[in-house]
């Protein structure tokens, strides 16, 4: 079950730093695998984004940290075999799968969705301050990709991210009875505003939607056509 966000959650005390090329973000190294490999590093603006390759995981990691080497976000993606794969999962079951990936999180909010014909299930989870959004098979529950913004949610946290939940509660009293499509995290580098983006559906038409993460005003909306 080594996919399972690299192994499990626990054994994040026992990742090691990232090598030399990276020494800039050893502080926050917890999120990245002792088996992942530096393959790219370049700057974005005032950021520094990190590519590595995790072969025993089959993964690859995309992180980006600040100047002072702090991650901002964290994404993994894992290769697991094509496939349709029948939707068995419940929300009771994909909770309890998200939670069985991310031993000890509170899931917030979840939703299952057909992307690119396969069943899927995502789930955005709270773990000791920090915030997650995980992807997996809706059949058995292997991971496709996971997403960390560390510390989005700690209470010592400058300015706290909304959850997924609350981010949501923010679009409906806006907009509507809208229902959720899709959902994920954006991070402007310009502005170094967190968002959420997506999309959902209201009185039968699909929209594209952008909330700030942080106060919940609607950065973008517009009909999907």
């Not at 009771?92 to 899927?120: K, R």
Request: with cysteine; net charge negative; hydrophobic share 45%.
């Amino acid at each position: 079950m080594f996919k399972k966000i690299i192994a499990s959650i626990a054994a994040i005390a026992t990742l090691a730093t990232p090598v030399a090329m990276a020494q800039s973000v050893s502080a926050d190294a917890a999120y990245i695998s002792a088996d992942a490999k530096l393959v790219k590093q370049e700057n974005e603006g005032a950021y520094i984004e990190y590519e590595y390759r995790d072969e025993a995981a089959n993964a690859e990691i995309e992180a980006l940290a600040d100047a002072s080497g702090k991650y901002v976000i964290v994404k993994t993606e894992y290769v697991i075999a094509p496939g349709a794969r029948e939707s068995k999962l419940d929300e009771a079951a994909a909770n309890e799968t998200a939670q069985g990936i991310l031993p000890g999180c509170e899931v917030d909010y979840a939703y299952s969705c057909l992307d690119d014909g396969l069943n899927e299930w995502h789930a955005f989870c709270l773990l000791d301050g920090d915030m997650w959004r995980l992807t997996f098979t809706a059949d058995n529950g292997d991971v496709i990709e996971t997403e960390v913004i560390p510390g989005a949610a700690a209470e010592a946290a400058a300015t706290p991210m909304l959850s997924a939940s609350g981010a949501i509660d923010a679009l409906k009293a806006a907009k509507g009875n809208i229902a959720i499509t899709d959902l994920d995290f954006d991070f402007d580098d310009d502005t170094g505003i967190m968002y959420y983006e997506g999309e959902c559906t209201l009185d039968g038409k699909k929209y594209e939607f952008k909330i700030n993460a942080y106060d919940g005003s609607i950065a973008e909306w517009e009909l999907d056509d």
